[in-house]
């Protein structure tokens, strides 16, 4: 990929983002994606046949945005406390934060998308594996160091962390009660989390 | 309601049901489920004027059934790690009950619909009430019979259960692993009541 070809690449998938968050993902058509776009819509086809392809391009976009965030989010030289609780609030989604909540949203659509549509479920498979991952990373380093318990395996409590918070801000996305996810993240880190810290004893 | 209008209500839910798990919920038309219907398609419209319509008594339906199941789910005779753990189990669907898992899948896209549509928000928090006290009650019982662990609000930690077990259904039906609802309600199980059960240490 050559120096323009990215930066058309990164016009097309912002554009993608602005059209996604203004009309959701069920309704949404190539023409607004170009209307969102400042080069032309032959452009837009000339790189992408179809929705689905562009769709599959921007799930693999913000899959990469999120291994990059996930570094920010986990490897810090803050206290695993800190850590834990940092990547748990990251999950709540507020309604202050307006195109973040329609993006959710709108993956929320794309997931139920998901069993008829293999590509989007390859991508969904992926991020939750990032996302359990990250979770899982944690506990294992806490267990090395001494800092955790080590009375259960940490992918299936990283899973549980995991299942949680995306269960949790789902909730709150479709129920609209603002402040759910940040809530059942409080419990998750009172209920689980910090019964298991060595150092919070 | 008279004994014949009961009858009609029920059989345009079950017509309903057939319909959506063979169609899913959104590209439904009234007309899939006046097939599924073994009365007129005029009868259908007398009753419902349009499939939103339709579609918040199915809703209210599946809340009916719901709670008369949670009665046998959680008011049992059996010891309450037993009840804990039918209710958990509960929440797993498996691709050996197609009609379930379709069911689920067809409320997943109902529910992404929900923050557009008032009267289906209303019906998945309601929803999410009922599941969420079934738990907390079971924590409660236990707490006031000493057999439960006092460090935690019921209704916080009966809303993380619920939460947990919602959330790894909706990724098992989307992302297609058989046995993930299942593998997590087991993690849910051992690392968050298990610990907090007297009478089993």
Redesign the interface.
Same mark, same amino acid.
């Given at each position: 990929m050559t120096a323009a070809d990215g930066d058309i690449h990164e016009a097309i998938m912002t554009a993608t983002l602005d059209a996604v968050c203004t009309h959701g993902y069920?309704d949404l058509t190539m023409q607004d994606i170009a209307d969102e776009f400042d080069k032309s819509k032959s452009l837009l086809h000339y790189h992408y046949d179809t929705k689905a392809d562009l769709f599959v391009a921007f799930l693999d976009y913000l899959i990469d945005n999120f291994e990059d965030r996930l570094d920010e989010l986990t490897e810090t030289d803050s206290p695993l406390d800190a850590r834990f609780k940092r990547y748990i609030d990251w999950f709540a989604v507020d309604p202050d934060e307006p195109e973040r909540y329609s993006l959710h949203?709108a993956l929320?659509?794309m997931?139920?998308q998901?069993?008829h549509t293999k590509r989007f479920?390859e991508r969904?498979?992926r991020s939750?594996e990032l996302a359990t991952t990250a979770f899982a990373e944690l506990i294992e380093e806490g267990q090395a160091s001494g800092e955790f318990a080590t009375?259960?395996d940490p992918i299936?409590?990283g899973?549980?962390c995991f299942?949680?918070?995306? /269960?949790?801000r789902?909730?709150q996305?479709?129920? /609209?009660?603002p402040g759910y996810a940040k809530?059942?993240g409080?419990?998750?880190f009172?209920?689980?989390i910090k019964?298991r810290l060595r150092n919070e004893e």
């Open positions: 069920a949203l929320l659509e997931r139920t998901a069993p479920q969904f498979a939750d009375d259960i299936d409590l899973r549980l299942v949680t918070m995306d /269960g949790a789902a909730r996305l479709t129920i /609209g009660k809530a059942v409080a419990t998750l009172e209920a689980v019964p």
